[in-house]
């Protein structure tokens, strides 16, 4: 088994930063592609922010220049520090990993439970 699991969400005033936390565990041979996605009531699932198992990142033009994302291969962590934070980054925020569970399997995409986060004054 794999699981996937947020920690970070929370309320905050706009303006304000938080950091989100994205722990793999179980049964991992390697981790590829890390990253985030966020849905908002009543529309898609959309990409937030990706790590590949380099150094470069990819961000949704809404949020370029205000969130980071970064990773801990160490450790199987994925984060995403969240700043100048507007009410419309409003969403459930979901960690997503690509992995591999042994030498002979294919990879296969993974989902955690999702974490609130809510932008208001």
Request: aromatic share 10%; proline share 4%.
């Amino acid at each position: 088994q794999v699981q996937l699991v947020e920690s970070g969400g929370g309320w905050v005033q706009p303006g304000g930063s938080l950091r989100l936390s994205c722990a793999a565990s179980g049964s991992i041979f390697r981790i590829n592609a890390m990253g985030w996605y966020r849905q908002a009531p009543g529309k898609q699932r959309e990409l937030v922010a990706v790590i590949p198992t380099g150094r470069s990142t990819n961000y949704a033009d809404s949020v370029k220049g205000r969130f980071t994302i970064s990773r801990d291969n160490a450790n199987n962590m994925v984060y995403l520090q969240m700043n100048s934070l507007k009410p419309e980054d409003t969403a459930v925020y979901y960690c997503n990993a690509d992995i591999t569970r042994s030498v002979i399997s294919a990879p296969r995409t993974y989902w955690g439970q999702g974490t609130q986060v809510t932008v208001s004054s």
